[in-house]
């Protein structure tokens, strides 16, 4: 068989998967966000507008003028926000608990791996509605500071931008942590010894050695926890309310019971362009360091 034939054959099956269960639909949520919505919802599959586009900025007045709105900018600013505490928040927890994870014995790191991974055994629901017990006022966190005996009136931190946070928190930490712990494992331990030779303290090792041979991992983890994170829709929905509406509740509000599909269409395009401008300049910035070497 011939090089080229062999390759097409082997690639053959996850170009077909990725083209049914990818390709396609966004080929369909393309198609459907020049569409015009419907009488009663919908669309009307054989009228194309541009509306659902202008909609992302722009509304209509009572004499059908279009006025400057920035309520959806707001929100995906509130997005982008929330993902990025989210990701600073994951890194400063997640990047020690890697870093100890990583110099442990080889039976205990099996260990420790497996227990990061014991979240996902849990469906998202149910972590959410724990967190929802633990915040909500009187419940366990509330609980806990009277029993500490500590002053100030209840917290009251459900159905806040801060709620969101710790849940998102919690939900993307995972992905934090096994990028940077493959990243740490990876390292040779001789450069550490090197450099402890060499005069340099446990600050400068961290600095000079462990984090520049740990950055794809944290690029990776970055990546990992902040794009998902930016259309985060359970954990808004469940501690945040409508206080701290995110982009994956406004589209899907928009699918759901505004039924304005080309909206919601659009605006899963406007998140998706978000999202590779984000991978495309991760992907120049390394191609440049890589140069610089």
Excluded: C
């Excluded at 007045?61 to 982008?80: E, K, P, Q």
């Amino acid at each position: 068989m011939k090089p080229a034939l062999r390759r097409a054959v082997l690639l053959g099956p996850a170009t077909l998967w990725i083209g049914l269960f990818l390709v396609l639909p966004l080929t369909l949520m393309a198609y459907v966000s020049t569409l015009e919505r419907g009488p009663s919802g919908g669309v009307l599959w054989d009228r194309h507008s541009a509306d659902a586009y202008l909609q992302f900025l722009f509304e209509r007045d009572l004499m059908d003028r279009l006025v400057l709105n920035t309520d959806y900018l707001h929100i995906f600013a509130r997005s982008i926000l929330l993902a990025g505490v989210t990701t600073l928040l994951t890194l400063a927890v997640g990047f020690p608990t890697a870093l100890w994870m990583a110099f442990q014995s080889e039976r205990l790191r099996l260990v420790l791996v497996f227990v990061v991974t014991v979240p996902f055994w849990t469906n998202i629901l149910v972590r959410n509605y724990a967190w929802m017990l633990i915040l909500r006022t009187g419940g366990t966190l509330d609980w806990l500071l009277t029993a500490l005996h500590l002053p100030g009136p209840p917290l009251e931190i459900l159905y806040t931008p801060w709620a969101t946070g710790i849940g998102l928190t919690y939900s993307f930490l995972p992905y934090m942590i096994l990028p940077i712990f493959v990243s740490l494992e990876k390292i040779d331990r001789r450069l550490i010894e090197a450099a402890y030779d060499l005069g340099a303290d446990r600050w400068r090792v961290l600095a000079r050695v462990i984090l520049p041979l740990t950055a794809p991992g944290l690029a990776g983890g970055a990546i990992l926890v902040f794009i998902p994170g930016l259309g985060a829709f359970i954990s808004p929905e469940l501690l945040g309310g409508a206080k701290s509406m995110m982009i994956g509740g406004l589209i899907q509000q928009q699918f759901g019971q505004s039924r304005n599909w080309p909206f919601g269409a659009a605006l899963a395009f406007v998140l998706l362009a978000m999202v590779l401008l984000a991978l495309w300049a991760h992907a120049l910035r390394y191609r440049r360091e890589r140069a610089d070497e």
